[in-house]
């Protein structure tokens, strides 16, 4: 419990009042309570008159990055950022929008955390390699059900002063002997890229994929344009299906989500394409047993040509 001289203390910090009105808003409460109310109670009133919010908040727990999960609030977590990806613009009846993500790592996961709008300038001094804390981050769910960190409404980062130690996580190298689950990083050539869109359209707040437009639960939504591409890679031994979303599907195209929607206006999505095949690449990701061909696959985090 908050003494009287604390309440009246948050009052003049989140109000526009100065100190002699705060009491005399008090004594005046008391009055119209008809002095059965403390001056302490009465100054609560006043406080929630006021939206002056009197919750002494628990300190944000600080979890590893494969303890957030979707829906968590107040935590915290350390992560390096690992990379740093362009802003991408798009444009609907509703105006423009942007967003921009960048993927943290530490010892225990990643997570890919995103920036919309106006939270963009927030993350305009990260670099690759920093350290940053993330405070009170509003976690939901991607599209593959995996974790995805939004600053929100509470949300802050800032940067760290400690390194920490990205991926300490058994790493395969190579598709021999591997597993639904496995970490893996190998070196393949793309043999074929499958044919089906490149750019599906899902709604920013609940992530439900959208048809002509709008979202069951929320309408007319400014859609969240993800890029997917699915290819077979062979790295010498064997050809996988690996796949590729987001910014880590930009990479492995070399443009952005925004290009590609351009050039799909005037040509199929096989020559939009085309330029990967038959090239190398270094590819980060994990293996996971496909729920439509029961074959395993790979979902990349990274790639890079090579
Ligand atoms: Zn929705």
New binding site residues.
């Given amino acids: 419990m908050l003494s009287l001289n604390e309440i009246i203390e948050k009052i003049i910090k989140g109000s526009s009042l100065d100190e002699k009105e705060v009491n005399a808003q008090i004594d005046k409460k008391v009055e119209e309570l008809g002095g059965v109310v403390s001056k302490t109670g009465a100054a609560l009133v006043v406080a929630r008159e006021h939206n002056v919010d009197m919750e002494m908040k628990a300190a944000a727990r600080e979890l590893k990055i494969n303890e957030l999960e979707p829906q968590m609030s107040n935590v915290s977590f350390f992560g390096k950022v690992l990379s740093v990806y362009p802003v991408n613009e798009f444009k609907t009846e509703k105006g423009e929008g942007k967003v921009q993500n960048i993927l943290l790592g530490d010892e225990s996961s990643r997570i890919r955390m995103s920036f919309w709008n106006e939270e963009i300038s927030k993350a305009a001094d990260i670099k690759e390699g920093d350290v940053i804390l993330v405070e009170n981050p509003w976690i939901v769910s991607d599209n593959q059900g995996r974790p995805e960190a939004r600053l929100g409404r509470g949300g802050s980062l800032k940067k760290a002063e400690k390194d920490i130690t990205v991926d300490a996580l058994s790493r395969k190298d190579g598709l021999e002997d591997i597993k639904d689950g496995d970490a893996i990083s190998f070196t393949g050539t793309v043999v074929e890229v499958h044919d089906r869109a490149l750019i599906y359209d899902f709604?920013p707040?609940?992530r439900?994929r959208l048809s002509s437009g709008e979202?069951e639960?929320?309408g007319k939504?400014a859609p969240d344009r993800m890029l997917i591409i699915s290819c077979l890679v062979d790295d010498g031994k064997r050809s996988i299906s690996t796949v590729f979303f987001r910014e880590v599907a930009e990479r492995l195209l070399g443009k952005n989500v925004k290009k590609i929607a351009e050039e799909l206006t005037e040509k199929d999505p096989s020559d939009v394409t085309s330029g990967i095949v038959s090239k190398r690449f270094k590819i980060d990701g994990r293996v996971k047993l496909s729920k439509f061909t029961g074959d395993l696959e790979i979902v990349a985090n990274d790639v890079d040509e090579v």
């Fill in positions: 709604c707040e609940c439900a979202c639960r929320h939504v």
